[in-house]
């Protein structure tokens, strides 16, 4: 299992990766509007995004959804 902390812009604005590397799937928390901050951890760790989760509805953690959808296919 991973958990990483992923800056999302602002000052306080975090993101989350957790990963089962045996499984190989992931789940990406309120995603940041760049990629860069987590693609490279998927590749990393050789996991594919499954899911995106957003704790609510505030712009600074939905900036990226449409991206890491479109990006990874993830739902």
């Excluded at 958990?3 to 499984?23: C, I, K």
């Excluded at 509007?33 to 590749?43: G, H, N, V, Y």
């Amino acid at each position: 299992m991973i958990f990483h902390q992923l800056h999302a812009g602002g000052d306080r604005n975090f993101a989350y990766l957790m990963g089962d590397m045996e499984g190989g799937e992931a789940a990406l928390f309120d995603p940041p509007p760049d990629p860069a901050a987590f693609s490279p951890l998927l590749e990393k760790y050789r996991l594919s995004l499954r899911y995106i989760v957003v704790t609510h509805g505030h712009g600074d953690h939905t900036h990226g959804v449409d991206e890491a959808k479109r990006r990874t296919g993830a739902a």
